[in-house]
C-alpha cells in the first residue's frame, strides 16, 4: 500500500514543482531510405517517419491524459545525414533538410535532430558537404537540429573541423540575425558524442541503435529545488551527505516517472524502450532553474567560489539517484548549465557573476558544455573554434560527453540582451575575454592528439 | 452431516486503549470464528475495527454480538453484524486504478461534493481517508474509473466544481506513485 505522505509528495512534483516529461524522442533508423535519385530519398524519408512516428504524438496525448503528466515536447531523432548520405551535393543536402523539416511537421513532432555528422577522428567528403550546408539549412527550415561530434577521447580533436565550424557558426548567426542569430541554437558541436541523447538540438540516431527507440528525457530541476529548501528548513543540521541524499531520494521519484512514461509510449507505438536521460534541463520559467537549485544549496550568486563544487555534488546525486531507478539509464545525463534556457544563470551572466570562464569550469563536472552562449555578433570565426576547442579538451581529456552551442548574435555587444523566447529563452551577450588572441592556435589545423588514457586495453 | 459455515462482515468500534485486538481476536476464536480480511484504525482516538469473519455453523448473529461484547466492560464495544453471502460478490465496478487527493482549506460539504460527483461518473471509491489539521484537509482516494469515463473531462469537472474553494485537487493514474515509490521485484 502506498502511504499518504508519498501520494502527496508525488503529486507535489506535478503541481508546484514543474516536474514534466520534457521529452518524449523517437529515434528512427533512416539509412535504408537512402536512394541516388534525392526525390525518391526524401520520399522515403518522409514515409518511415510517418510509418514510425504518425502515431507518436497522439500516444504521447493519450499517456499524458491517462497519468496526468505533462509531456512537453515529442521529438524525432534520426541517423546521422553525414553518415548516410554519402552522394548529395550541397543542394541535396539543403533539400534533405527540408525533407526532414516537412516530415517532422507532418507528424506533428516539435523538433528532429540527425542533420548531423561524425567527423572526431575526419570527415567525408559528404560530411563536409553536410556541414558546408548546415549555415542554410538551419536557417532555412524550423524543426530541423543538427550536431557534428569533432572530437572524442579514443580519437582526440578534430582542429581542422573546428576551425569549419567557427565559420560556420559566424556564417548560421548572419542567415539568421533577424531572428538574433537563432539558427546557431539548433547546432551543437560534440565530444564523445551518445548515440541515444533524447534532448536537442543533440540528439541523432545511433548506428548501434535498434530501428525505432523511444528515449526520454524528464525534468525535475524546480523538483529538487524544493526538496533542498524543505530538507534545509525541516533538518537544522543538514549537511552535504545529507544534501546529496535528498537529491538522490528526489532523482530517483524522477527517473521513475520518465521510465513509466517511455516504456508505455514505446508499448503503444511498437518502438523499443532506450534510455532515460536524467538530465536536469532548466526552462526560463521561475523555479524550473539550475541556478535557483545553486542557490537554494548556498550559493547566493551563482558563479561565486563554491559554484563548481555545488553543481559537482548535484550531478553526482542525480546520477547515483537515478541509475538506482531505471537499469535503461543513457543520453547525456547530467545538470544542464545552458545560459539562455535558465533566467538564474542569466541573470548572474548579467550582474557579472558568471562568466565564460567559470562556466567552462563548471562544465568539467557536470552536462553539458558552453550551452546556449551568446557572444557578441563581432567575435571572429577562430575565436569561436577556440572556445569550442576548449570544451572539447575537457570532453577529450575526462571521458565526457560535451557540447557547446555558442551564438554570436549579430549586431549585439557585451551586456545587451537577446530574447527568443519559449524554452529557448534569453540571455545577455557574455564577455570573451582576450577575443581574437587565438587565431595562431587553431589555423595550425590538423588534429589534436587523443590523451593517454584513451589506451585502456 | 457437512459443514455449513456462517460468513459475516464485523465492526467494532470504542474508545481506543492497549490490548483491544488481543481481546477481540480472541472472542471471535472462542466462538471457533476464522478471521479472512481484517482491516484495524484508530480515527482521533477512537479503535476502528472491521473484520471479514466466517464462523461454524448455528451460531446467530445475536450470539456473535452479545459474544464479542462480553470482551470487553458494559457498553464499552459497539458491535455491527452483516450476514455475507457464500460468494464474494463481483467489485462494485471494474475499470483502471486512480488515485484522488484534494487539500487544502477545510470547509464543510467537501466530501459530499466529490463523492457525489464520483457516483455520478460511476466511479467507484475502493478505499479513503480524510484528515483535517489546523483548519486544514487533505483527502486520498483510491478509485477504479471505467474505461468508458474520460478521466481527462473528469480532472476538468472536478476543477470546475472546486473553483471557489482554496484547494488543489488531483487526479492521477496509480501506476505514478507505483512508480515513483517503489521498485518492482523481476
Not at chain 1, 21 to 29: A, E, H, K, Y
Not at chain 1, 159 to 170: F, P, R, S, Y
Not at chain 1, 335 to 346: G, H, K, M, Q, R
Request: hydrophobic fraction near 45%.
Amino acid at each position: 500500500m502506498i502511504g499518504s505522505e508519498d501520494i502527496v509528495a508525488t503529486i507535489r512534483m506535478f503541481q508546484e514543482e514543474n516536474l514534466d516529461v520534457r521529452t518524449v524522442t523517437l529515434g528512427v533508423n533512416i539509412a535504408g531510405c537512402v536512394s541516388a535519385d534525392l526525390s525518391v530519398f526524401c520520399d522515403k524519408i518522409r514515409q518511415k517517419i510517418s510509418r514510425h512516428a504518425g502515431g507518436l504524438v497522439a500516444a504521447c496525448n493519450r499517456i499524458a491524459d491517462r497519468y496526468g503528466i505533462p509531456i512537453v515536447n515529442k521529438r524525432l531523432a534520426v541517423s546521422p545525414i553525414g553518415s548516410i548520405a554519402a552522394n548529395l551535393g550541397h543542394e541535396g543536402m539543403i533539400q534533405i533538410a527540408r525533407a526532414l523539416d516537412e516530415a517532422a511537421g507532418e507528424v506533428r513532432v516539435d523538433l528532429i535532430g540527425g542533420f548531423s555528422a561524425l567527423v572526431h577522428k575526419g570527415a567525408t567528403p559528404a560530411e563536409q558537404r553536410l556541414i558546408e550546408a548546415l549555415p542554410e539549412a538551419l536557417s532555412l527550415t524550423r524543426r530541423v537540429c543538427a550536431s557534428v561530434n569533432v572530437a572524442s577521447t579514443k580519437s582526440g580533436i578534430n582542429m581542422d573541423a573546428l576551425l569549419k565550424l567557427g565559420q560556420v557558426i559566424k556564417l548560421a548567426a548572419e542567415l539568421s540575425a533577424d531572428q538574433g542569430g537563432f539558427a546557431c541554437a539548433k547546432l551543437c558541436v560534440f565530444a564523445n558524442i551518445p548515440e541515444d541523447n533524447p534532448f536537442m538540438a543533440g540528439a541523432y540516431h545511433g548506428f548501434g541503435e535498434p530501428e525505432a527507440v523511444i528515449n526520454i528525457g524528464v525534468s525535475g530541476p524546480g523538483v529538487v529545488k524544493r526538496a533542498i529548501e524543505r530538507a534545509r528548513q525541516e533538518r537544522p543540521d543538514l549537511d552535504l551527505q545529507m544534501l546529496a541524499s535528498v537529491i538522490k531520494h528526489t532523482s530517483f521519484r524522477v527517473t521513475r516517472v520518465g521510465e513509466l512514461v517511455g516504456q508505455e509510449v514505446a508499448r503503444e507505438i511498437g518502438a523499443e524502450f532506450g534510455v532515460v536521460d536524467l538530465s536536469l534541463a532548466p526552462t526560463p520559467k521561475v523555479g524550473d532553474s539550475i541556478g535557483e537549485i545553486l542557490q537554494a544549496m548556498g550559493i547566493e550568486k551563482v558563479g561565486a567560489p563554491g559554484s563548481t563544487a555545488a553543481i559537482a555534488l548535484l550531478n553526482e546525486a542525480v546520477k547515483k539517484g537515478g541509475l538506482f531507478a531505471s537499469s535503461s539509464v543513457g543520453g547525456l545525463s547530467g545538470a544542464f548549465i545552458p545560459v539562455a534556457e535558465d533566467s538564474t544563470l542569466a541573470h548572474a551572466a548579467e550582474q557579472g557573476w558568471l562568466s565564460l570562464e567559470k562556466l567552462e569550469a563548471m562544465t568539467s563536472v557536470c552536462s553539458l558544455g558552453l550551452d546556449m552562449i551568446c557572444i557578441p555578433g563581432d567575435t571572429d570565426a577562430p575565436t569561436i573554434s577556440a572556445l569550442m576547442a576548449d570544451e572539447m579538451a575537457i570532453g577529450m581529456i575526462n571521458h565526457k560527453t560535451v557540447a557547446t552551442r555558442l551564438i554570436p548574435v549579430p549586431g549585439k555587444k557585451v551586456g545587451d540582451w537577446v530574447h527568443w523566447g519559449g524554452l529557448f529563452g534569453s540571455s545577455p551577450i557574455l564577455d570573451v575575454r582576450a577575443g581574437g588572441a587565438s587565431a595562431a592556435f587553431v589555423n595550425l589545423g590538423g588534429r589534436i592528439p587523443a590523451p593517454l588514457s584513451s589506451l585502456r586495453n | 452431516m457437512s459443514f455449513q459455515p456462517t460468513r459475516y462482515a464485523l465492526s467494532v468500534m470504542c474508545q481506543d486503549k492497549v490490548g483491544l485486538v488481543a481481546r477481540l481476536t480472541g472472542a471471535v476464536y472462542g466462538l471457533g470464528g476464522n478471521i479472512e480480511v481484517l482491516h484495524q484504525g484508530v480515527l482521533q482516538g477512537y479503535f476502528v475495527f472491521m473484520l471479514m469473519v466466517t464462523f461454524p455453523d448455528g451460531l446467530d448473529a445475536d450470539g456473535i454480538r452479545k459474544a464479542i461484547e462480553s470482551a470487553g466492560a458494559p457498553g464499552e464495544f459497539v458491535v455491527s453484524l452483516l450476514p455475507r453471502q457464500d460468494q464474494t460478490p463481483a467489485p462494485a465496478a471494474t475499470g483502471s486504478t486512480f488515485v484522488l487527493t484534494l487539500s487544502g482549506e477545510d470547509s464543510p460539504g467537501i466530501l459530499k461534493k466529490i463523492t457525489a460527483y464520483l457516483g455520478d461518473q460511476r466511479i467507484n471509491i475502493e478505499g479513503l481517508a480524510a484528515e483535517t489539521k489546523a483548519g486544514r484537509c487533505l483527502i486520498t482516494a483510491r478509485l477504479t474509473i471505467p474505461a468508458l469515463v474520460d478521466v481527462r473531462a473528469a480532472r476538468l469537472d472536478l476543477a470546475e466544481i472546486f473553483k471557489q474553494e482554496q484547494v488543489q485537487i488531483s487526479l492521477m493514474h496509480e501506476d505514478i506513485f507505483a512508480a515513483t515509490s517503489r521498485i518492482e521485484m523481476p
